[in-house]
């Protein structure tokens, strides 16, 4: 099993669940995209449902047939008790189940997967969305529409607590990090097509002083729907820092190669990073 399959198979802690709820700003971003995008009468999918919010927000804007899709038991329970405190119980059908594998009884208009992670790392959005818009209708939605992923490089804080601590990401961007070359945008998914499993491709940054660059950052949107795009919340896109393992002295205004490569849904240790300078 690879990591990329093993990944659909994560159950997030209640935790982890309750964060993203009681995200304000990151859940108001996404009722605001359900509310412009489904429809009365439609059918949709909220897959990897959580605590059922999403679901909810489509049932109560029209939904017909809102399938919360959630692996964690607990929250399925939980999906149930919130869509009949709000009066769209008869709407709601929670399925305990694989998101990545789960087959609906009838095509869908609207695909909602809030599985996002910086990166699309750890996190199975894109196996999902590709199992899923199988059954999409023509003409139908997905919720995002697509995500894009920047990296810039880094010299980044290694030592807190007097421990070394390079051996690890982190999702957060501390004090005495900092951007020392260029940014630019590395990926670009998107869900109203087929996405491939993996990341493998090359971008070029330039220099903005020389420094030994111990790091990349990555960062990461995306567009929920038309013109709706995501930015940093408390549990949505936090950047993510990735250590290289070994330095790479930079120069002010040279140009460099960054080749990337990766599982979506991986681990940010399996990622490869090639760091060559151009010319």
């Given at each position: 099993?690879?990591?990329?399959?093993?990944?659909?198979?994560?159950?997030?802690?209640?935790?982890?669940?309750?964060?993203?709820?009681?995200?304000?700003?990151?859940?108001?971003?996404?009722?605001?995209?359900?509310e412009d995008v489904v429809q009365p009468g439609d059918v949709v999918v909220d897959a990897g449902s959580g605590t059922g919010i999403l679901g909810v927000f489509a049932a109560m804007n029209g939904a017909r047939e809102v399938y919360c899709i959630e692996l964690?038991?607990?929250?399925?329970?939980?999906?149930?008790?919130?869509?009949?405190?709000?009066?769209?119980?008869?709407?709601?059908?929670?399925?305990?189940?694989?998101?990545?594998?789960?087959?609906?009884?009838?095509?869908?208009?609207?695909?909602?997967?809030?599985?996002?992670?910086?990166?699309?790392?750890?996190?199975?959005?894109?196996?999902?969305?590709?199992?899923?818009?199988?059954?999409?209708?023509?003409?139908?939605?997905?919720?995002?529409?697509?995500?894009?992923?920047?990296?810039?490089?880094?010299?980044?804080?290694?030592?807190?607590?007097?421990?070394?601590?390079?051996?690890?990401?982190?999702?957060?961007?501390?004090?005495?990090?900092?951007?020392?070359?260029?940014?630019?945008?590395?990926?670009?998914?998107?869900?109203?097509?087929?996405?491939?499993?993996?990341?493998?491709?090359?971008?070029?940054?330039?220099?903005r002083r020389s420094a030994p660059a111990d790091a990349v950052l990555i960062e990461g949107e995306a567009e929920l729907c038309e013109g709706l795009w995501t930015h940093t919340t408390k549990f949505l896109y936090n950047p993510e820092v990735i250590f290289l393992?070994?330095?790479?002295?930079?120069?002010?205004?040279?140009?460099?190669?960054?080749?990337?490569?990766?599982?979506?849904?991986?681990?940010?240790?399996?990622?490869?990073?090639?760091?060559?300078?151009?010319?």
């Amino acid at each position: 099993m690879t990591t990329a399959e093993a990944a659909t198979r994560v159950a997030f802690t209640p935790y982890e669940i309750s964060l993203c709820l009681f995200d304000v700003p990151r859940t108001r971003m996404w009722k605001e995209a359900i509310e412009d995008v489904v429809q009365p009468g439609d059918v949709v999918v909220d897959a990897g449902s959580g605590t059922g919010i999403l679901g909810v927000f489509a049932a109560m804007n029209g939904a017909r047939e809102v399938y919360c899709i959630e692996l964690h038991p607990r929250f399925v329970r939980l999906i149930e008790h919130l869509a009949a405190r709000n009066g769209v119980a008869d709407r709601v059908h929670v399925v305990n189940a694989d998101a990545s594998v789960w087959e609906p009884p009838s095509e869908v208009d609207v695909i909602i997967c809030e599985l996002l992670c910086t990166g699309q790392f750890f996190e199975p959005q894109v196996q999902v969305m590709n199992h899923l818009r199988r059954f999409l209708r023509p003409g139908g939605h997905t919720v995002p529409r697509r995500v894009r992923s920047y990296l810039r490089l880094l010299d980044a804080q290694e030592m807190i607590y007097g421990v070394r601590i390079d051996c690890d990401s982190r999702s957060l961007v501390m004090d005495d990090d900092e951007p020392i070359s260029t940014r630019a945008q590395y990926d670009e998914i998107d869900f109203s097509r087929h996405n491939p499993s993996r990341v493998d491709t090359s971008v070029h940054v330039v220099g903005r002083r020389s420094a030994p660059a111990d790091a990349v950052l990555i960062e990461g949107e995306a567009e929920l729907c038309e013109g709706l795009w995501t930015h940093t919340t408390k549990f949505l896109y936090n950047p993510e820092v990735i250590f290289l393992g070994h330095e790479v002295e930079l120069e002010i205004d040279a140009t460099y190669r960054v080749g990337v490569q990766y599982a979506y849904g991986g681990d940010t240790l399996d990622a490869k990073f090639d760091i060559r300078r151009e010319g």
